[in-house]
């Protein structure tokens, strides 16, 4: 499949172009039309001798030439032949327009789709779509694009970011938004030949592209995904993703407490805090971090620590309010900038950060950029937003403003800022508006090109700029960048070992469990218990049963041989009340744990990308209190203390009310085992349960006291 013959053909036809307005063949022919003078364009119309003024052939078969790509513009019922015959000339690349695929969720659909993959693979043709728009390329100012867009200034417009996006309508928006600098823009529709991650790996690689933006509603390849989120990563290349279809109703049951607790968010969530995405949740936020992030593309910011300038105290109150809401950081202040701020704001103002200036009704400018440099040479300070800028309407002042925010507040108060490239720089400034969006384009371009971006209104701005925060904070020793998804999705019988089996392999892991034997008739209690230390719990030994308290599986505090034979039939007959069918293969004889804080440790396998490990509040509070956090295996240990600290719980494990605190690092410690062993069965690997672990305070350890493992061969 050849890249090249469809983002840079030197020739291309458009089979459908026609002058109906507002129609696809009319986009795609007038877009056609603005492509550089050495790149071919030809129109293909049975029907019509020109379109646009320019001639047309009747087939491609006509054409004085192969084109390198053809964008087919026509009705779904033609393109199987038409497909066919540009395969036959040699065409080394197809753009689908129509609809009516696999998206309609019909039968029909999909073997249709199915045949345009064999003509493809027939042909070694890449093909975009069907059901998609086609794509833009800014590098080497090509269109070949099927909607809006028509506006689209290729002369004019940066190049910089390249979006995909699997909805035709998101990638318009990411076109139409002005002041944001663009490589390429992709419309992927169904993909089935040429996909998301065959559209990423490409552009990754570009020196062109310094940022991916991506509009995901689902992900083909989980593996390779998160290679080109790794490989972003490590050429510096910041990547924002909006993904859609990720409510609750996306879940699958599944047998164990994680598989319940797991959700398309969760997981995609746990994907982006490994590799540092950044993850948005609608367009505006999407459109917002391009921009910001676009903006300081020469000079990101050392971290994600934030001061603030405000012109009011109600101002000042809302920014503290929403930096806190959404998780900006804005540290203290260094002594000697409050002292430095004092001799430059009037004497009633409080230098904190956030800070109020007041209402300064004099030299505005200069004690803003006194103040501003007071704040970026604040070693605790990494980035500033600045909310008093309005600047609604296009008048001379906004505009003389405007230039000193361009020539002074970005340029007089340099101090070194560490870029992914360990670049000098000076601590980059924004505009957070605290008003409906109104600017004027000119002096916000005059801004971007000194380095401040303008995000959207507060509620989104602070939003936005958290996620930015986070991603400006990543560290790459506490992140381990390993990829675990598997080769293929998981498939054929679902296979759920017994506790003793479970137990078992986590043990050849490294996880720690109290004693136990396992009894299959309670005439081998007497033998199995002589080993085990008073109380003991009893437990079910069944692959069917996976909950076993609810079926009434478990006895706790056995003190005597006596007990534990009354409580072997108790269970059995209990259990085989619950589930007639379930096979009972005996009862586990288990040394009983001291109390402590009862934890959940557990994995899900997601089908694309792999297994995820979860951490949270254990015992009957699993599913009541869902306080959990997922990461994708495997983690290191900084991960998991992170997983663990995130959690509300965490307070309970610090130590609440003169109790003890716990022992995270053993938790931790388990949790790291647990995501090996997942990482290293990933090919078969469905759900996995340890509830509880049992952490005690510091010093004193963790163990694991039940285990269920599902496997799927």
């Not at 990720?246 to 319940?260: E, L, R, V």
């Not at 800070?355 to 030299?363: K, P, Q, V």
């Amino acid at each position: 499949m050849n890249m090249e013959k469809l983002l840079k053909p030197k020739a291309m036809a458009i089979v459908g172009a026609n002058e109906k307005r507002g129609s696809f063949g009319n986009y795609s022919a007038i877009n056609a039309l603005q492509n550089r003078e050495s790149v071919k364009v030809y129109f293909v119309n049975a029907k019509s001798e020109r379109v646009l003024g320019k001639q047309t052939y009747k087939s491609l078969s006509e054409l004085p030439e192969v084109p390198d790509c053809v964008m087919l513009v026509t009705p779904k019922s033609s393109i199987p032949g038409l497909l066919r015959e540009a395969g036959e000339l040699g065409v080394g690349a197809a753009i689908i327009v129509a609809a009516g695929y696999s998206e309609e969720g019909t039968e029909e659909g999909r073997r249709d789709e199915r045949e345009i993959v064999e003509i493809a693979r027939r042909y070694d043709m890449a093909v975009m779509g069907p059901n998609c728009t086609g794509y833009v390329n800014n590098v080497d100012k090509i269109k070949m694009w099927g909607m809006g867009g028509t506006e689209f200034d290729m002369g004019s417009r940066s190049t910089g970011i390249a979006f995909f996006s699997q909805s035709g309508t998101m990638a318009i928006h990411a076109l139409s938004c002005n002041y944001v600098d663009i490589s390429y823009v992709f419309s992927l529709g169904n993909s089935v030949v040429l996909t998301m991650e065959d559209a990423m790996a490409y552009a990754v690689e570009d020196p062109h592209v310094y940022m991916l933006c991506l509009y995901l509603e689902g992900v083909r390849n989980g593996r390779r995904f998160m290679d080109i989120l790794n490989r972003a990563r490590e050429l510096g290349k910041p990547v924002v993703i909006h993904a859609s279809g990720m409510s609750a109703k996306g879940a699958i049951a599944a047998a164990s407490h994680t598989g319940n607790l797991a959700s398309s968010r969760a997981v995609y969530e746990a994907v982006c805090e490994k590799y540092g995405v950044v993850l948005v949740e609608s367009i505006d936020e999407f459109l917002c971090a391009a921009n910001v992030l676009g903006t300081w593309r020469n000079k990101l910011p050392a971290g994600g620590n934030v001061a603030a300038v405000n012109g009011s105290g109600g101002e000042n109150a809302v920014c503290a309010d929403l930096g806190e809401m959404y998780g900006v950081p804005m540290p203290d202040l260094q002594p000697e900038t409050i002292e430095r701020l004092k001799r430059v704001l009037p004497e009633f103002a409080s230098p904190k950060n956030p800070l109020d200036m007041t209402a300064i009704t004099s030299d505005t400018d200069t004690v803003c950029v006194e103040t501003l440099t007071a704040l970026g040479e604040d070693p605790n300070v990494d980035a500033i937003i600045f909310t008093i800028a309005q600047f609604n309407e296009p008048n001379e002042k906004d505009r003389q403003q405007a230039e000193v925010f361009g020539e002074s507040l970005n340029e007089r108060y340099a101090r070194p800022c560490i870029k992914y490239e360990q670049l000098e720089g000076s601590v980059p400034v924004m505009v957070i508006p605290q008003v409906e969006d109104r600017r004027d384009y000119e002096w916000r371009m005059k801004l971007k090109a000194a380095g401040v971006p303008i995000l959207a209104t507060s509620l989104i701005g602070y939003k936005v700029l958290g996620k930015i925060c986070r991603f400006l904070n990543y560290r790459e020793e506490e992140h381990l960048r390993e990829n675990a998804a598997p080769e293929r999705a998981l498939s054929g019988e679902v296979i759920r070992h017994t506790e003793a089996e479970s137990r078992a392999l986590l043990e050849s892991a490294g996880v720690p469990f109290p004693r136990q034997a396992a009894v299959a008739s309670k005439d081998g209690l007497a033998a199995a218990m002589e080993g085990l230390r008073f109380p003991l719990v009893m437990k079910i030994s069944s692959p069917d049963i996976a909950h076993k308290t609810e079926a009434g599986g478990v006895k706790l505090n056995i003190r005597s041989a006596g007990e534990a034979e009354a409580a072997f039939d108790e269970i059995m007959e209990s259990c085989a009340r619950h589930l007639p069918s379930a096979r009972l293969e005996g009862v586990l004889l288990q040394e009983m744990a001291p109390a402590g804080t009862e934890m959940i440790v557990g994995v899900t396998s997601d089908r694309q990308f792999g297994p995820m490990l979860l951490v949270g509040m254990g015992g009957v509070f699993t599913e009541v209190f869902k306080d959990t956090a997922m990461a994708a295996c495997p983690v290191c240990r900084e991960e998991a203390m992170h997983m663990i600290d995130s959690l509300k719980a965490a307070r309970l494990l610090d130590g609440y009310r003169g109790s003890r605190p716990c022992d995270k690092g053993a938790l931790a410690e388990i949790m790291v085992k647990v995501s090996r062993f997942a990482a290293g069965r990933r090919g078969t690997l469905k759900e996995l349960d340890i509830n509880p672990v049992i952490v005690y305070p510091q010093g004193e350890g963790a163990v694991a006291v039940d285990a269920l493992v599902v496997e799927q061969e």
